[in-house]
C-alpha cells in the first residue's frame, strides 16, 4: 500500500466522480482537491444537486473516485481491493445517512449496540456505551422501545448515536439534522463538539442546515460539482446566502 506524507486524516487530489446511467453521463464532481485535518469539523455545503452527498461518499469511502486520488489515513485507498476498503470503513468510519434505517425488531439500544457488536471491538460496554449517547441525545426514556414508537427525530438521533458507537476516527454525516428542531440540533452538535475535545473526533458534514454551519470550525462550498475557493480562503459561514 502506497502512504501519502501528510498528516491530512482524508486527503483529496484532483478527484472527479462520474456517473453513467445508460448513455447519459453525469459528472458529478469535479477536480476536487482538499485535505480534513484530525479533529477538525468541516461542513460541506452548497444547494441541492451539486455534489455533496456524492463527495461525502467518497470521504466516507463508500464510493470510489473515477479520476484522481484519495488518501485515509495516510493509505491510497485506490490500491484497497474492496474488502481492506470496508474494514477500514468499518473500524475507522461513522456514517449517519439523510434516510436513517433501524432494525425494527431491535430497540433503540440495540440498534445502537449493532456496529460494536459486528466489528467484535470490546463489544463487554456496548450496552452501556450505546445508552450513554442515547441519553447525550435526549433519548434516555426511550432506549428500550423499538423504532416503530419512536418518532422521525427520534429515529434520526438514534441513527446518529449508532454512527458513534463504534468510537470512529472519522464521522461522515449527510444532512444529520434534516428532520431535527432547534432543540435536538443543538444536542446533536453539542454532542460531536464535546466528542471532538475529548477524543479528536473528526467530523465531516454535507449539510444546507445554517443550525450546522454555524457550528463547524471550516465550511467549504460546492457548486456545480466544483469547490468553491481554495480551501485555506473560505471563510466560515461561506454558505450563508446558498441555504
Ligand atoms: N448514483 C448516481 N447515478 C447517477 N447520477 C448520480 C448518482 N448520484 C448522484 N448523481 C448525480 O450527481 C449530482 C450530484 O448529486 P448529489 O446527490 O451528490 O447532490 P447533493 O448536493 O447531495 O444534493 P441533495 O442536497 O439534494 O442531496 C446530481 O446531478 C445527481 O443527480
Same mark, same amino acid.
Given at each position: 500500500?502506497?502512504? =501519502?506524507?501528510?498528516?491530512?486524516?482524508?486527503?483529496?487530489?484532483?478527484?472527479?466522480?462520474?456517473?453513467?446511467?445508460?448513455?447519459?453521463?453525469?459528472?458529478?464532481?469535479?477536480?476536487?482537491?482538499?485535505?480534513?485535518?484530525?479533529?477538525?469539523?468541516?461542513?460541506?455545503?452548497?444547494?441541492?444537486?451539486?455534489?455533496?452527498?456524492?463527495?461525502?461518499?467518497?470521504?466516507?469511502?463508500?464510493?470510489?473516485?473515477?479520476?484522481?486520488?484519495?488518501?485515509?489515513?495516510?493509505?491510497?485507498?485506490?490500491?484497497?481491493?474492496?474488502?481492506?476498503?470496508?474494514?477500514?470503513?468499518?473500524?475507522?468510519?461513522?456514517?449517519?445517512?439523510?434516510?436513517?434505517?433501524?432494525?425494527?425488531?431491535?430497540?433503540?439500544?440495540? =440498534?445502537?449496540?449493532?456496529?460494536?457488536?459486528?466489528?467484535?471491538?470490546?463489544?463487554?460496554?456496548?450496552?452501556?456505551?450505546?445508552?450513554?449517547?442515547?441519553?447525550?441525545?435526549?433519548?434516555?426514556?426511550?432506549?428500550?422501545?423499538?423504532?416503530?414508537?419512536?418518532?422521525?427525530?427520534?429515529?434520526?438521533?438514534?441513527?446518529?448515536?449508532?454512527?458513534?458507537?463504534?468510537?470512529?476516527?472519522?464521522?461522515?454525516?449527510?444532512?444529520?439534522?434534516?428532520?431535527?428542531?432547534?432543540?435536538?440540533?443543538?444536542?446533536?452538535?453539542?454532542?460531536?463538539?464535546?466528542?471532538?475535545?475529548?477524543?479528536?473526533?473528526?467530523?465531516?458534514?454535507?449539510?444546507?442546515?445554517?443550525?450546522?454551519?454555524?457550528?463547524?470550525?471550516?465550511?467549504?462550498?460546492?457548486?456545480?460539482?466544483?469547490?468553491?475557493?481554495?480551501?485555506?480562503?473560505?471563510?466560515?459561514?461561506?454558505?450563508?446566502?446558498?441555504?
Amino acid at each position: 500500500m502506497v502512504a =501519502n506524507a501528510h498528516s491530512a486524516l482524508v486527503e483529496l487530489s484532483g478527484v472527479h466522480r462520474r456517473f453513467r446511467t445508460g448513455k447519459v453521463l453525469v459528472h458529478a464532481l469535479y477536480d476536487i482537491s482538499l485535505r480534513v485535518q484530525p479533529g477538525e469539523i468541516l461542513a460541506i455545503c452548497g444547494p441541492s444537486g451539486h455534489g455533496k452527498t456524492t463527495l461525502a461518499s467518497l470521504i466516507g469511502l463508500l464510493d470510489p473516485p473515477s479520476e484522481g486520488s484519495l488518501w485515509f489515513d495516510g493509505l491510497a485507498t485506490e490500491s484497497l481491493a474492496e474488502g481492506a476498503r470496508r474494514q477500514l470503513r468499518t473500524e475507522k468510519i461513522g456514517l449517519v445517512f439523510q434516510h436513517c434505517t433501524l432494525v425494527p425488531v431491535l430497540s433503540a439500544q440495540e =440498534n445502537v449496540m449493532l456496529p460494536r457488536l459486528l466489528n467484535g471491538k470490546r463489544p463487554d460496554d456496548a450496552g452501556e456505551l450505546a445508552a450513554e449517547l442515547l441519553a447525550r441525545l435526549g433519548l434516555a426514556a426511550q432506549v428500550r422501545q423499538l423504532p416503530t414508537a419512536l418518532d422521525a427525530s427520534q429515529r434520526q438521533r438514534v441513527c446518529i448515536a449508532r454512527a458513534l458507537v463504534t468510537r470512529p476516527a472519522l464521522v461522515v454525516a449527510d444532512e444529520p439534522t434534516s428532520r431535527l428542531d432547534s432543540g435536538s440540533v443543538r444536542m446533536v452538535m453539542d454532542l460531536f463538539s464535546a466528542l471532538q475535545r475529548e477524543r479528536g473526533t473528526t467530523f465531516v458534514i454535507a449539510t444546507r442546515d445554517q443550525r450546522q454551519l454555524l457550528r463547524a470550525a471550516r465550511t467549504l462550498q460546492l457548486s456545480e460539482g466544483r469547490l468553491l475557493g481554495a480551501p485555506a480562503d473560505t471563510p466560515r459561514l461561506a454558505c450563508r446566502a446558498l441555504a
